[in-house]
């Protein structure tokens, strides 16, 4: 074998430092995307559960009261007949 030359060992070393740095960027951007996402997804399930729990957690007033009675008049011949 041949001794390697500092000069290729420095340039394959400058090749190799460009190519994981890259790679680390790509890494850091995808991981960046995912953190966000899921903060986002979490916040949305957050919110929906809140809702949930705050619309059902108190019971309802009745809106209803109840029925008002029904009342039938008769015509006033009908009375005078009898």
Do not use: C
């Amino acid at each position: 074998m041949e001794p390697v030359s500092k000069e290729l060992l420095e340039a394959r070393m400058g090749a190799l430092e460009a190519k994981l740095d890259a790679s680390m960027h790509k890494a850091t951007a995808e991981l960046v995307k995912w953190i966000v996402g899921t903060a986002i997804a979490m916040s949305a399930v957050a919110i929906t559960v809140m809702t949930f729990v705050l619309n059902n957690a108190v019971p309802k007033a009745f809106a209803y009261s109840s029925p008002a009675p029904i009342v039938i008049q008769l015509p006033a011949q009908a009375t005078a007949q009898k």
